[in-house]
């Protein structure tokens, strides 16, 4: 099992990007999917989750800007980020619970993408 993240990149201040994770191999289900971020000389922090049903959680600083998402049947998870700040620079991890065929539920990391924004 493995998640691979791509969308990373060099946007200016208002600008968007979208990064995309899927999940491949043998894999039963998954139940949580989400996004962390690490910014230069911080710790890791919590972007915005989604669960197998739908429901979201995100981050304060992200609210009314970033979109989370997931599409089922491609085990891939999705973050949508508008009205990007200067602040938002980091490297973006997706996660993801969950069961690999005949195993037990755990938690997956996939490497991180970086995302700068700057003019």
């Known amino acids: 099992v493995q998640l691979q993240a791509s969308g990373g990149g060099l946007v200016q201040p208002g600008g968007s990007l979208r990064l995309s994770c899927a999940a491949s191999g043998s894999i039963f289900s998954i139940n949580t999917m989400g996004w962390y971020r690490q910014a230069p000389g911080k710790q890791r922090e919590l972007v915005a989750t989604?669960?197998?049903?739908?429901?979201?959680n995100y981050a304060d600083s992200v609210k009314g800007r970033f979109t989370i998402s997931r599409d089922n049947a491609k085990n891939t998870v999705y973050l949508q980020m508008n009205s990007l700040k200067p602040e938002d620079t980091a490297v973006y991890s997706c996660?993801?619970?969950?069961?690999?065929?005949?195993?037990?539920?755990?938690?997956?990391w996939g490497q991180g993408t970086l995302v700068t924004v700057s003019s």
């Open positions: 996660n993801a619970r969950l069961t690999p065929t005949g195993e037990g539920r755990t938690d997956y």
């Open positions: 989604i669960t197998s049903f739908g429901s979201t």
